[in-house]
C-alpha cells in the first residue's frame, strides 16, 4: 500500500468516525423525555415490543427508543423476557 493510499485511508476512516458521532449525538439530542416509570410484570406471550407498545400507545416516535431503556433499566443483556419478571417501563413524552 503506498503512502498516498494511506493517507486516504486515514481520511477516510476519520470521517466515518465523525459522521458517527454526528448522527449519534443527534439521535441523543432528539430521544424522547421519560414522563414517568410503571412496573410491568411479564405474563406469558409478552414480547419487548409489545410491553414498550402497550404502556406508551399514543407515542409516534421509534419503539425501539422505548425497548433499549426498558433494557438498560433492568439490566437486560437482549430483548428476552421471561414470565413473572417485573420490568420498569418507561412512559415517554411526545
Known sequence: M??????????????????????ATIHWLN??????????T???GDKLWDIAKEHNPGYEGDLRDIMHC??????MEDSTVYVGHVLAVPVMGT
Open 2 to 23: 503506498s503512502n498516498k493510499d494511506k493517507q486516504f485511508f486515514k481520511k477516510a476512516i476519520a470521517i466515518f468516525v465523525l459522521f458517527v458521532v454526528l448522527i
Open 31 to 40: 430521544a424522547p423525555e421519560v414522563e414517568a416509570w410503571e412496573l410491568h
Open 42 to 44: 411479564v405474563q406469558y
Open 70 to 75: 426498558i433494557k438498560k433499566a433492568n439490566s
